[in-house]
């Protein structure tokens, strides 16, 4: 059986035919057949993805996407004109496996020209392991296994969602998993939990970054997360702030990203307590933006609200600058100093 990567190129499709019959013994037959066909055969002359029905040729045979391509396929053969129905059945039957079926995803059969967009969103698909040359890929519940094994005895925190949470964070670990209470809880019907991976960078002044680990952070639907970290100073309550209105994503595949990837909140060794950090950490998951269900009228368009103010956190009272967007919220905190991812 041919297993193609995801709509990738000269890779083998599956295509089960509708119906057909081999024999196999003179008393043995079976009621199908499987036929491993090169990919390419199923990708549009014009634009070198997999063909999207309706599908249209030209006088070469020269087969492209109908809805996108055919009116700019510009060969001296012809605008394709003639619709192909019979290739429209056979790429609807052209399946491949999910590339990461491997880390747990049982989607099955997927239509080849959908494979692309379903790898994307894949919530299967590897992360790496923050220890830098580990060498571990795998999904997001396989890391958790690897993390808490033999591998590297590291206990997995809990925050829920919505409230502070103090951490104790010892210099000597430079990286720590956590996950969402909730999500600990839904794993039963759910194993796709959220995980956060919490970095303490070494070099002149520590610095502490968090970002949600996942390689889809940027698929439609994906859950969004904002996020606060603060230290406080243990003599006169001062604190240091560092606020992200939209938490960044990584896959890991080079290990924890280090404090020149990502924004990081910088803790003066006075804030230290003795060999570790006292953070607080505050995840919000966001509420996904209402779908629009009667388009308005330019005149009367107004933007889409911040994802920053789409869950109202209760965190201290401040004006945050991102982008040129104030994010005000409620309370406010002593003395407090504000960074801003």
């Not at 199908?32 to 090169?38: G, K, L, M, Q, T």
């Not at 933006?289 to 994802?307: I, V």
């Amino acid at each position: 059986m041919g297993v193609a990567d995801c709509g990738g190129e000269g890779d083998p499709a599956v295509v089960p035919p509708v119906a057909a019959t081999m024999a196999t013994a003179p008393e043995q037959a079976v009621d199908a057949r499987i036929v491993a066909v090169p990919a390419e055969m199923l990708d549009c002359h014009a634009c070198l993805q997999p063909l999207k029905p309706p599908i249209y040729k030209c006088d070469a045979d020269h087969r492209v996407c109908g809805a996108t391509c055919r009116g700019v396929h510009a060969e001296a053969c012809g605008r394709p004109a003639a619709h192909s129905r019979d290739f429209d059945a056979f790429a609807a039957a052209a399946t491949v496996l999910c590339d990461y079926e491997g880390y747990g995803c049982r989607a099955g059969g997927l239509v080849y020209h959908l494979a692309a967009d379903h790898c994307r969103a894949c919530p299967h698909a590897p992360c790496g392991c923050p220890e830098r040359g580990c060498g571990f890929f795998g999904s997001r519940q396989m890391l958790l296994s690897h993390v808490s094994g033999p591998d590297h005895s590291r206990p997995v925190l809990d925050v829920r969602y919505g409230q502070p949470r103090k951490l104790s964070l010892p210099l000597s670990r430079r990286w720590h998993l956590i996950v969402g209470e909730e999500d600990r809880a839904a794993a039963g019907t759910d194993p796709h939990r959220n995980v956060f991976l919490v970095s303490v960078g070494e070099g002149a002044t520590t610095a502490v970054s968090v970002v949600c680990v996942r390689p889809d952070g940027g698929a439609p639907g994906a859950a969004q997360f904002s996020c606060r970290l603060a230290v406080e100073h243990p003599g006169d309550g001062t604190m240091v702030i560092l606020e992200s209105p939209m938490m960044s994503s990584s896959s890991l595949s080079a290990g924890a990203p280090t404090a020149r990837e990502v924004r990081a909140l910088p803790v003066p060794s006075e804030y230290l307590s003795g060999d570790s950090v006292p953070l607080i950490i505050h995840i919000n998951k966001l509420e996904p933006p209402a779908r629009q269900l009667h388009p308005t009228t330019p005149a009367a368009a107004t933007a889409p609200p911040c994802p920053a103010t789409a869950s109202s956190p209760p965190w201290p009272a401040a004006v945050v600058k991102l982008a040129g967007i104030d994010q005000t919220n409620r309370r406010k905190a002593p003395n407090p100093r504000k960074l801003c991812m």
